[in-house]
């Protein structure tokens, strides 16, 4: 079969693939890799380097290629960043919880590091994390924990870095998220869903396919993830290949997202993410609950396990569903504007009876 020589665009190593592949998925670093991209041809007939000019700048961020750039958002430049110090720990529970608040920009958002403390002291206090598990990244505090995608790339990849059955993972996620047009082939709607870091004016999205890649594919048998996304856009947040439609009586259905492009699981273990909204819908900060900002998701989510021990995973999701629209109604009353439509979903790398299996993490 012909096949033809690429990079990998995270860790460059190069990988034999056929001529027709669309995509690549490094062996050496898990990356993925679309191909159909025009190529410069190069003299010694190395073909590592694609022509980034061709991608959509809504799409893929030209300066995700350019290290040279210092971080900037809101139009101000950030000071270059020493990188992130993880923690060394790797037991059988760690998390990341990255809240991100973009100060001085038009769109921030007050509510997120409220998201993580509250996430932070559920995690320790109800599901025994160690706090020296749990990385935590914010534009508060230390240096060089600020959200930026090389930070989070970084707390990404130590967050499954050797990773063994038996260990529960859990990623949080509060900021913006976006929607960007699939140049792939591997998404029902066409697009992909991202996190924004703090500096993705200058570095770009974080794609589903890099999340996907980065801490569902490596998950060994045994293994399990939870991923808890409070953003816009993010029913699919992982690229996970099964989605629960749930009404409100509790009757459920799985339905298919497995891509023909992409193999979409883990390898061997169970991802799951529950997500502040379908892919299609926006969520935002509120004070509803109890006066101060929090994502609507964090804190049901958080409240929920708090007050109702040994919950299964479709009663949580109930649960939740009910006090997000008890607290729109509310808010519904007293303006003349509905807040934004929301509707937690719930994702996975595999089926499982919703109202039969316990949740914990």
């Not at 505090?141 to 990849?157: F, M």
């Not at 996190?195 to 974080?206: A, M, N, S, W």
């Not at 109930?318 to 934004?340: D, F």
Request: charged share 20%.
């Amino acid at each position: 079969m012909a096949s033809k020589r690429v990079c990998c665009r995270w860790c460059r190593k190069p990988s034999i693939v056929p001529l027709q592949a669309q995509t690549l998925r490094c062996p050496a670093c898990n990356g993925f890799t679309p191909l159909q991209i025009n190529r410069t041809p190069q003299p010694n007939g190395n073909d590592c380097l694609p022509n980034y000019a061709s991608y959509s700048k809504t799409y893929l961020n030209r300066a995700d290629f350019s290290r040279h750039n210092r971080p900037m958002v809101a139009g101000v430049i950030f000071p270059m960043q020493p990188q992130v110090r993880v923690s060394s720990a790797q037991g059988p529970k760690r998390a990341l919880l990255c809240g991100i608040t973009y100060k001085e920009h038009e769109q921030s958002l007050q509510g997120s590091v409220n998201d993580v403390m509250l996430m932070k002291k559920l995690l320790v206090e109800r599901f025994r994390f160690p706090p020296t598990s749990i990385v935590v990244l914010t534009e508060e505090g230390d240096p060089s924990h600020i959200p930026t995608k090389a930070n989070i790339r970084a707390a990404l990849r130590w967050l499954v870095k050797g990773c063994q059955p038996g260990d529960s993972l859990v990623f949080h996620y509060s900021g913006h998220g976006s929607r960007v047009r699939d140049r792939d082939g591997d998404e029902k709607d066409g697009y992909d869903e991202s996190l924004l870091p703090v500096d993705y004016q200058t570095e770009g999205r974080i794609l589903d396919d890099e999340l996907n890649a980065t801490i569902v594919l490596p998950l060994p048998k045994g293994a399990v993830l939870h991923s808890i996304v409070d953003s816009c856009y993010c029913g699919t947040f992982l690229d996970l290949p099964n989605v629960c439609r749930i009404d409100r009586q509790g009757f459920y259905i799985w339905e298919d997202h497995r891509s023909h492009v992409a193999y979409k699981g883990t390898s061997g273990g169970l991802a799951v993410s529950v997500s502040s909204c379908d892919d299609d819908q926006n969520s935002g900060d509120t004070t509803v609950f109890t006066g101060d900002a929090m994502g609507a998701l964090t804190f049901t989510f958080v409240q929920t396990l708090e007050q109702k021990p040994n919950l299964k995973y479709g009663d949580l999701l109930l649960t939740m569903h009910q006090k997000i629209h008890a607290a729109r109604e509310k808010v519904a009353l007293g303006s003349n504007e509905r807040p934004p439509l929301q509707e937690p979903q719930l994702s996975s790398s595999h089926k499982f009876d919703i109202h039969s299996k316990p949740f914990t993490l």
